[in-house]
């Protein structure tokens, strides 16, 4: 892939998934990112516990992999003067900072945009936040799966009509990434924008901007028809049988999303050895479809627990219309389609381990990027030191003071 980032020096102080999950991206993209760890735990999403996910897994600290990866970490005490003495050395030769700290842990380290940017004129300064760097609640932290997911209204949203509980985050660090994804574009604009101009900029993103923004179509609808929210999923009475999901025989579903129901309608009936289907009044059409769709969904569940879920990707792959397989988080592993882009990848940490991760999305020239293991704790600090002309004997009584790791 062509490293569009490449000679770009971006540096770290942050911690969790949104703002490292940017940072990721542009090292993806071919940026040289350089994180900046609390020199005895680490970010502390190394020692996280999250949807059954536990440090040392595999072999792995797991939720520290998939946003950290392609990067080097560096362990500095930043409450010390001469940590942030390296710090700042650091600062003066890069082109982006990114953080998540809270605003008072900014202003109490002397981390913050001014703070910074009287070392670096020229330093993107991005801050990745829960809420937004205005308002009330600037400087209160969040996570995802409430900001991102809950508060947005997409947590309601997704949730069925007649369920009985909420549907929470699908996942963790899922809103994180979506953020984060845009953070590294908002950066790019940036970095964009001062070889024209001369003149850095500071970028924000937030959770809850993010979670808005995905539910921005929602929110409109919303707003024109006059409702709270949009209708919510109800699989046995949805208007449209063909936008839906089924179970095959051996338990497996299939989800159709054919929004032109009357031009597929007929061939979809045909395939399935039903075109008593498409010629029954209550069916015929979209308009008898929508006012007879519970008895119209009732026949779909018939006919599709008559064959196994191979038997209608086989068979649906004969037709036009929009369908997908309901799949589970590995299956990607082995799916034609997602190994043929290169979207999940086996990365070898050459010490016998392997995990795999995915790319981020976006490619260059047809070529998904080359993903490398994350770092250690601290697995580069004499080697950046040294990029810094800083002596042996120095790092050495660096470490016996715990500046560093």
Not at 276 to 287: E, G, M, S, V, Y
Not at 308 to 329: D, S
Request: net charge negative.
């Amino acid at each position: 892939m062509t490293s569009v980032m490449s000679g770009v020096r971006v540096l770290e102080v942050a911690e969790y998934g949104l703002a490292p999950s940017a940072a990721c991206v542009l090292s993806d993209w071919g940026a040289s990112v350089i994180k900046v760890e609390h020199p005895q735990r680490g970010d502390s999403i190394r020692g996280l516990t999250a949807f059954g996910v536990a440090p040392g897994m595999g072999g792995f600290d797991a939720l520290w992999e998939p946003f950290n990866r392609g990067k080097r970490s560096i362990g500095i005490d930043l409450r010390h003067p001469e940590g942030m003495k390296i710090l700042m050395q650091l600062v003066r030769n890069s082109d982006v900072f990114i953080t998540n700290f809270l605003p008072e842990a900014r202003r109490k380290l002397g981390i913050d945009v001014e703070h910074l940017r009287a070392v670096n004129p020229r330093l993107v300064y991005a801050r990745a936040s829960a809420h937004g760097p205005k308002g009330d609640e600037s400087e209160q932290g969040g996570f995802d799966g409430l900001t991102f997911w809950q508060r947005s209204g997409a947590g309601m949203q997704a949730t069925p009509e007649l369920a009985d509980e909420l549907v929470t985050l699908p996942g963790p660090g899922f809103g994180d990434v979506q953020a984060g994804m845009a953070l590294a574009g908002g950066i790019s604009a940036a970095l964009f924008h001062r070889e024209r101009t001369g003149k850095a900029t500071t970028v924000d993103m937030s959770l809850l901007g993010a979670g808005l923004w995905s539910m921005q179509a929602s929110l409109y609808g919303a707003n024109v028809s006059g409702r709270k929210m949009l209708p919510r999923a109800n699989r046995k009475a949805a208007l449209s049988p063909l936008s839906n999901n089924y179970a095959t025989s051996d338990g497996r579903r299939i989800a159709l999303s054919m929004l032109q129901g009357d031009r597929y309608w007929p061939a979809f009936c045909k395939l399935c050895d039903r075109e008593d289907l498409a010629t029954d009044p209550r069916f015929c059409d979209i308009k008898a479809r929508a006012a007879n769709s519970e008895a119209c969904i009732a026949e779909l569940d018939k006919l599709f627990a008559t064959r196994t879920f191979a038997q209608w990707i086989a068979l649906l792959r004969k037709q036009e219309g929009q369908w997908a397989p309901v799949q589970v988080a590995t299956d990607s592993n082995d799916d034609p389609q997602v190994l043929a882009n290169g979207y999940v990848q086996d990365v070898d940490y050459g010490d016998g381990r392997r995990v795999k991760m995915v790319a981020s999305p976006v490619q260059f020239d047809e070529t998904p990027a080359t993903l490398r293991a994350a770092p250690g704790l601290g697995a580069q600090t004499e080697e950046i030191l040294l990029e810094m002309n800083v002596d042996w004997e120095e790092i050495a009584r660096l470490k016996d003071s715990s500046v560093i790791t």
